[in-house]
T-cell receptor, first 114, second 111 residues
Framework: DTGVSQDPRHKITKRGQNVTFRCDPISEHNRLYWYRQTLGQGPEFLTYFQNEAQLEKSRLLSDRFSAERPKGSFSTLEIQRTEQGDSAMYLC????????????FGDGTRLSIL | TQLLEQSPQFLSIQEGENLTVYCNSSSVFSSLQWYRQEPGEGPVLLVTVVTGGEVKKLKRLTFQFGDARKDSSLHITAAQPGDTGLYLCAGFPFGGFKTIFGAGTRLFVKA
């Protein structure tokens, strides 16, 4: 069973560096979501793709954040000039595009900014 | 702003006890999901409820969607240490695509 996979699982970097995370969704899923989760909180929506089109971005997503899904399959999330407040778990989820389809999550990338 | 409030935020019980956690909103949702998340892992889907008043059972877990589709509950019978985790409810609004998550109930079951 190939679920949603995320790479890397952990990333430690110094403040000011750029980082990029990758998400491979379930192959037949055309919707892909990025979330951020901090300790003690539920996931917060960042952005969403349907196929290769990025259809919505949260106000949480500052201009230092960019996400792509160039071929409608895998997606990348890049954070430029990282800040300590960016430390969090970054979760990717995918789903089918029909109504009420639940999202299936990867195990996330835990980002720690020194 | 659509919000989902979960209660309690934290629950610590002994093995064998029963418990109920709640997920409430002033908004109406077309469906609601419950997830369980363990430390260092992503949320794992437990159930989706779609119809108002719907009840679904998954072994010792019973999920109910409120008649008005604004709230849900999760009841666990005879809790076991393996039930320990963060329980998240998530609502899918009508005509929307963006799932709204609650902050979760952290459950700890002591052996």
């Amino acid at each position: 069973d190939t679920g949603v996979s995320q790479d890397p699982r952990h990333k430690i970097t110094k403040r000011g560096q750029n980082v990029t995370f990758r998400c491979d969704p379930i192959s037949e899923h055309n919707r892909l979501y990025w979330y951020r989760q901090t300790l003690g909180q539920g996931p917060e929506f960042l952005t969403y793709f349907q196929n290769e089109a990025q259809l919505e971005k949260s106000r949480l997503l500052s201009d230092r954040f960019s996400a792509e899904r160039p071929k409608g399959s895998f997606s990348t999330l890049e954070i430029q000039r990282t800040e300590q407040g960016d430390s969090a778990m970054y979760l990717c989820a995918s789903s089918l595009a029909t109504s009420n389809q639940p999202q299936h999550f990867g195990d996330g990338t835990r980002l720690s900014i020194l | 702003t659509q919000l989902l409030e979960q209660s309690p935020q934290f629950l610590s019980i002994q093995e064998g006890e029963n418990l109920t956690v709640y997920c409430n909103s002033s908004s109406v949702f077309s469906s609601l999901q419950w997830y369980r998340q363990e430390p260092g892992e992503g949320p794992v889907l437990l159930v989706t409820v779609v119809t108002g008043g719907e009840v679904k059972k998954l072994k010792r877990l019973t999920f109910q969607f409120g008649d008005a589709r604004k709230d849900s509950s999760l009841h666990i019978t005879a809790a076991q240490p393996g039930d320990t985790g963060l329980y998240l409810c998530a609502g899918f609004p009508f005509g929307g695509f963006k799932t709204i998550f609650g902050a979760g109930t952290r459950l700890f079951v002591k052996a």
